[in-house]
């Protein structure tokens, strides 16, 4: 150690000068980031010449550590998403080159500038920083990594011809969720049953599925089919195709259930996974809440009292309204639109051609025939952040024509206006509707978004086309619709979210629904006031072609304000008391939630009518074990008492039996299998799944033409399992159907006491030889030997420094191993052969 200090001219204050040490430890690959320290009076350059070291490279690491010059293995991190191991080329002053294999690893575009020419065209740096100055490249030489912010603009789209993307396979799927409400009170039973399921198969990169629901009111059954198609992507246009029973997705038209087929361009057919629409509200008490689009149920699901927000909804298309229902397991049902001018830029469309021919699948009026429908639209790019689209649609009785124009500004400020103009031949009217979207930041951590919508008296969409409604039912057509959202952050201040809707009729009446929010963290407690006003005469509305009423009512004037306190209790568990008022009723309450581990989340509360000096008791569980997920409440006032359940997951059925995950499966999925081991952790992109009896267990869904990491966590193994590599990094095309496997290796590690024949401990430094004699390890102190896999290392040997023949070493162990324990531990005896 004195000649190690010497040599790097350790001073007496004993403090190295680091830039040396961490050049060092960049070469010797030791672990960790060690920062330089600017020293004054340099390195030793005699201790430097003595040692044998080139004073040269004193100045190389005089400032900071850097990358030795040229290619070094580094972990690569890309806009924070780790990419896994990439051979990276460094030159002299330890920067980076940006060569082709850099490039296609991190899905970033080529420039057409080249800096350096390299001795083949892989090995040419190009010059990505003058092509796109605002990328940051962070060096770790010390963690052996490259970490990359890149602008979204460099980064490269699906790239639908490359073959490194995985192809084909089979397997069959099912989703399934259902959901009970089962009420007893003074006004006798009631029952309510849902069951949503999805079911299909993957073949060949064909996607083929199914989709239905099954509702059950008081033992009034019905069924609902949304769909059933199948789908596939084609290449060389950068499309997909799907064909059967499906849900158009022009971005000019509303969508229409057709049975026929389409063409549209593959960044729309992502609106489920990637859409930023959100729908948020407040339950009274716990409650179902219903999504429909263009009439189609699309979600489902359970929600306690308070304030909810829906996000990732599996939307049909970006241009028709959301109808959304809240259902209150105590009785009384509200209801309000989400217009689809509000979804602005949060539904992403991709540039290209779009077209669908089929039959109308839904009901018409009048006893007409179900028409025939062609529809067509085209979607250019104009430029950075610019597109504009066209689109016509026509039967024989009813034409439709409409144009987009979507831009954004300065990245972040976007505008979207559409125009749509109808022609009714049967009726001899023509009408037009047009749309506007605005949304953008206003600085300060304020963002702001704004849309309307209007539409005159003589516009029909399709459906509408060839009625004949009275001028009741025309009067109740909505005139205009326009939305509001701003939010607002500030450290000091708290965050505030504010929502507002409106629709006025033809006759001048109108309905609207107000959403506010605040929230402000007090040293561990937060604080939150909520409002939720809906503004509208509570009557019902009117079918506009038979002039009936329909069953669900409009929302009625109320408005709704809670104000809760939440304070944490250990790490896992939160208290929350909460005020609310509500149509001249009071309440007050307390709940008390948390996480008793990664399985099982909980909710018990109380609250308190003040109005009628009633008490209300509830309570529900979360629970996912492992391959299933299970909702279970109960709530009890003074007039009902109401159960609640839910189970949600999916099933694979492969060629290696059935294997069940806690979540949906999507288009594109897998099955990956750690050996044999029963409930492995595994980390996939939906989530954590866990192995079943077999060592099987489900990706429930992959991000198609795009990287995806899983990651074995071997906290989760037998202490006797290792991986040779517990991570795998997955390019899925859309449509195929994956198989991960990781290898796992059994070992059994044993500590020993080896003693000679006298009762000795064997000397410490004696060598350790295997089979063919094989050096393995050398004993330390007290005689103790570490086998790291005693199973392959049965006819041992030592090498005694006193005599010249080695003697054997002999141990018993356990017939089975503990399969908890890191090693096991043994007495060992070396005698001599």
Known sequence: ?????????????????????????????????????ELGEGFDLAALTSHGIDPKVSDYFRSAARFREGVQVVGLRVNGAPLGLVDARFDYQGQLCFTQSLLDKAGLWTPSAILQSGVSPDQACHDFLGEFPATLVRLRPGSDEVSLVVPTQSLRGPDWQAGSFTQGGAAAMLNYDLLAFDTDGHSGPSRFVSAYTEAGFNLGNWIVRSRQFYLSDNGKGSSEHVYAYAQRDIGSLQSTFQVGQISTRSPVFGGLQLSGFQLFPDGVSRIAAGNDVVVEGLAHSQARVEVRQSGVLIHSTLVPEGPFSLTGLSLLNGTSDLDVSVIGTRGGKRGFVVPAASFGSGVPVAPGFDFALGKVREAVTDGREHPVVAMGSGTWGLGAGTSLGFGVLSTDEYHAAGGTLSRVFFQRVAITARHNLSRDKVRGVSGARSALSFSSPLGAGIEMNLSATTQNRGYRDLMEAGAAPSADVLDSLFRHQYTAGLTWADSSLGALSLSYSRSVQFDGQGTGHVFASWSKGFKGADVALIADSQIGPPRRRKDRYTDRDERNELPATGLSLRLQVSLPIGENHRLTSYASRRNRRSDLGTALAGRVNEYVNYEVGTERDLNQ????????????????????????DAANTSYTGQLQGGIVAHSQGLTFSPYAVQDTFGILSVGEISGA???????????????????????????????????????????????KILAAGRGS???VGFNVVSVRRVLL????????????????????????????????????????????????????????????????PAHEKLYETASAICRAP
């Open 681 to 727: 952790r595994v980390s996939t992109p939906q989530g954590p799944v866990w192995t079943d009896y077999r060592g099987y267990a489900v990706i429930p869904g992959l991000p198609a033409y795009s990287n995806s990491h899983i990651e074995v966590q071997t906290q989760s193994l037998p202490r006797r399992a290792d991986l040779k590599n517990g991570t």
């Open 737 to 739: 159907f994956n198989t």
């Open 613 to 636: 000096r009633e008490q209300a008791v509830r309570a529900r569980a979360q629970i996912m074990p492992r391959y299933t997920r299970i909702g279970l409440g109960m709530s009890r």
């Open 1 to 37: 150690m004195m000649e190690f200090d010497r040599a790097l001219g350790r001073g007496a204050s004993g403090v190295c000068c680091s830039g040396f040490f961490v050049g060092l430890a960049t070469l010797c690959g030791l672990p960790g980031d060690v920062r330089a320290l």
């Open 753 to 816: 006491e080896a003693h000679d024949e006298r009762g000795r401990p064997l000397p410490q430094g004696a060598a350790v030889f295997g089979e063919d004699k094989a050096f393995l390890t050398s004993v330390v102190g007290d005689g103790l030997i570490f086998l790291n896999n005693s199973d392959q290392q049965r006819n041992l040997s030592v090498a005694l420094p006193d005599s010249t023949t080695p003697c054997l070493l002999q141990f018993n162990l356990e017939p089975e």
